[in-house]
């Protein structure tokens, strides 16, 4: 939630006029967990992934949307904008929920896989990538890209890495124009 790409998306956002909803996965910054986080890193190290932990995440987004919804008290919009890891479960709830777009930035193509089925719903969606991403290889994202369920559309940012350092505010700009269309 701290992170460098979401602070500024988060700061471009608020300053035209959407209200932005973010927070940790639990044991994230100061949110409580009974999790022993030491094992899950552990884990994490020697496997490259952390089944019970990662499967947490996502009962926590869907937690956080469900709490959003209950707060809200007419129709609105809702985006989600998910970086990173939190692509995956960002399109589970774009897939089962009443959501307008979906932002994608540097979805984790090299680590974890996502199925075509995945985006396979008629909500708009966005990709947003760096073609030297180490986490988001170019030819996955093409691929994940040509196979996704229309409406859709890609932006690349050629200067740019997985952290979109220095191109933090371009890319937040990008993100707030998507939504904004």
Same mark, same amino acid.
């Given at each position: 939630?701290d992170n ?6 988060k700061?471009n956002?608020v300053m035209?006029d ?6 940790n ?9 009974d999790?022993?986080l030491?094992?899950?890193?552990k884990?994490?190290?020697?496997n490259?992934?952390?089944p019970?932990?990662e499967e947490?995440i996502?009962i926590?987004?869907q ?7 209950d707060?809200?008290e007419t ?6 904008v998910?970086?990173s890891?939190?692509c ?5 709830i774009a897939?089962k929920q ?5 932002g *994608?930035i540097?979805?984790?193509?090299? @680590?974890w896989?996502?199925?075509? =089925? /995945? *985006?396979?719903?008629k909500?708009q969606k @966005?990709?947003?990538h760096?073609? =030297? /991403?180490?986490?988001c ?5 093409q691929?994940?890209?040509r196979d996704?369920?229309?409406p859709?559309?890609i932006q690349?940012?050629?200067d740019a ?6 191109k ?7 993100v707030?124009?998507?939504?904004l269309?």
């Amino acid at each position: 939630m701290d992170n460098n790409v979401l602070r500024q998306i988060k700061k471009n956002l608020v300053m035209n006029d959407f209200v932005v909803f973010r927070f940790n996965y639990r044991g994230i910054g100061m949110s409580g967990t009974d999790r022993d986080l030491h094992e899950d890193q552990k884990l994490f190290w020697k496997n490259s992934t952390c089944p019970a932990y990662e499967e947490n995440i996502y009962i926590d987004c869907q937690h956080a949307y469900t709490i959003l919804a209950d707060i809200m008290e007419t129709e609105w919009p809702v985006y989600i904008v998910g970086y990173s890891f939190g692509c995956l479960p960002a399109m589970q709830i774009a897939k089962k929920q009443k959501i307008m777009k979906l932002g *994608l930035i540097s979805p984790p193509l090299g @680590k974890w896989q996502i199925k075509v =089925d /995945d *985006l396979d719903f008629k909500q708009q969606k @966005k990709f947003f990538h760096a073609p =030297d /991403d180490f986490a988001c290889p170019e030819y996955e994202m093409q691929e994940l890209y040509r196979d996704a369920a229309e409406p859709k559309s890609i932006q690349s940012f050629p200067d740019a890495d997985h952290f979109f350092i220095g191109k933090e505010m371009e890319l937040a700009k990008a993100v707030t124009e998507f939504l904004l269309t």
